[in-house]
């Protein structure tokens, strides 16, 4: 089992800036992929941000120059640099991580953190 800890959601005005993290522990061989995923009240969850192990990243088009993400592999953990916040990326955050649990297998698991809050006043 795997859990993932997201933290630094907060408020924030519009052009402010925040910066989420998110820790992984547990039954961790490789984390393949490790990103951002927001939702709001009625709508679908949509990525916003991932990172595979080597570092290719992709990003929403809405989220491109303005969100960095990033990971550290050794420590499990993957970030989200969000710059010029704006009103429509207030949201429900989620980590999501996909994981191979032991070295002799290559099958991966999809898990996803609790959420972080991310308020943007305008």
């Known amino acids: 089992q795997v859990q993932l800890l997201e933290s630094g959601g907060g408020s924030v005005q519009a052009g402010g800036s925040l910066r989420l993290s998110c820790a992984a522990s547990?039954?961790?061989?490789?984390?393949?992929?490790m990103g951002w995923y927001r939702q709001t009240p009625g709508q679908q969850r949509e990525l916003v941000a991932r990172?595979?192990?080597?570092?290719?990243?992709n990003y929403a088009d809405s989220v491109k120059g303005r969100f960095t993400v990033s990971r550290d592999n050794a420590e499990n953990m993957v970030y989200l640099q969000m710059n010029s916040l704006q009103p429509d990326d207030a949201a429900v955050y989620y980590c999501?991580?996909?994981?191979?649990?032991?070295?002799?297998?290559?099958?991966?698991?999809?898990?996803w953190g609790q959420g972080t809050q991310v308020t943007v006043s305008s």
């Open positions: 999501n991580a996909e994981v191979r649990p032991n070295s002799w297998s290559r099958a991966a698991f999809n898990y």
């Open positions: 547990g039954s961790i061989f490789r984390i393949n992929s």
């Open positions: 990172a595979t192990e080597t570092g290719v990243t």
